[in-house]
């Protein structure tokens, strides 16, 4: 049996940092980066490989504040300046130690590393962790991980177990061969699923950086550049940013972007191709242990 522990319980609004917060904080003070952790939650959690956000969390742990002799946000700011260029306009919240987590956090914030990240749904979206990363509720995660646990898991009947379960899940155990296999098939659908994100975003930081007016952002159509044609970017862009792809270079950024857009759908192809054999290998699995 394999033990599932709950993400973290939402925490305060006050412990979320943006990443220039985040960054300002620790070029302040760079002693608190260790407790500044970026956060997943369901709306960036991804299949396979799962990027982390925009946002961070101030994680410290239960006791950290008796631990230290801080009794109070002054005292913490004391010890920690870098923090208070946030934590200070919080400075009326009266609920005590409102600047450390929960003990209910402990489990999810001490697991081990790597991890496996479980969305929810019907289709809950099944992740590798093998960064820092703190996932909070009603995200799940299984760790310590393995890739033949991350295929077992991501395989459509390992799906529907999870939605049967919540705190333990017993995994099959498959013949060696099978179960090295499984482990490959789940290493490239991890390997693929970065690429492809690495791919979608390099191609839009390129966008933003030649075409954007400083403090401006991408439209959910730009950041989604792989389904327009041709075309309909040179419009997106000329009217999302105000700033249109001068003549001259046009035939550059088509020949960039048909290169990124076949490369994108050639591994939407693979990623499938590798979660049909994965499923192949896998259901058997499932529905074996069930008899």
């Known amino acids: 049996m394999r033990t599932l522990l709950d993400g973290i319980p939402a925490p305060h609004h006050a412990l979320l940092y943006t990443r220039t917060e985040r960054d300002q904080a620790v070029i302040f003070e760079p002693a608190c980066a260790p407790f500044l952790r970026p956060v997943i939650d369901t709306g960036t959690l991804r299949p396979w490989y799962t990027p982390t956000g925009d946002h961070w969390l101030l994680a410290l742990p239960p006791g950290y504040s008796q631990n230290n002799a801080i009794g109070s946000l002054a005292d913490l700011i004391q010890r920690h300046p870098g923090l208070g260029r946030r934590l200070s306009a919080y400075a009326d919240i009266s609920e005590p130690l409102w600047w450390e987590l929960p003990p209910a956090a402990t489990p999810a914030l001490s697991a081990p ?113 792989w389904e327009l044609e041709f075309r309909e970017l040179l419009a997106e862009v000329a009217r999302a940013l105000r700033n249109p792809i001068p003549e001259p270079f046009q035939p550059f950024w088509a020949a960039r972007h048909a290169e990124g857009r076949a490369r994108y759908y050639s591994l939407t192809a693979e990623l499938a191709a590798v979660e049909a054999a994965i499923d192949e290998l896998a259901n058997p699995l499932w529905q074996a242990q069930e008899l």
Do not use: K
């Not at 191609?203 to 007016?213: I, S």
């Open 113 to 225: 590393i790597p991890r496996i990240l479980i969305g929810v749904g019907e289709r809950p979206a099944i992740a590798w962790d093998a960064g820092n990363a703190i996932p909070i509720a009603p995200i799940r995660l299984l760790a310590p991980a393995d890739h033949l646990s991350l295929a077992l898991l991501a395989a459509s009947a390992g799906r529907c177990r999870l939605q049967q379960v919540t705190d333990t899940i017993a995994l099959p155990s498959p013949p060696t061969t099978i179960a090295g296999r499984l482990a490959e098939l789940a290493a490239q659908a991890v390997a693929m699923a970065h690429e492809q994100y690495a791919l979608s975003r390099e191609f839009a930081r390129r966008l933003l950086a030649d075409f954007g007016p400083p403090g401006s952002t991408l439209s959910a159509a730009l950041q989604r550049w």
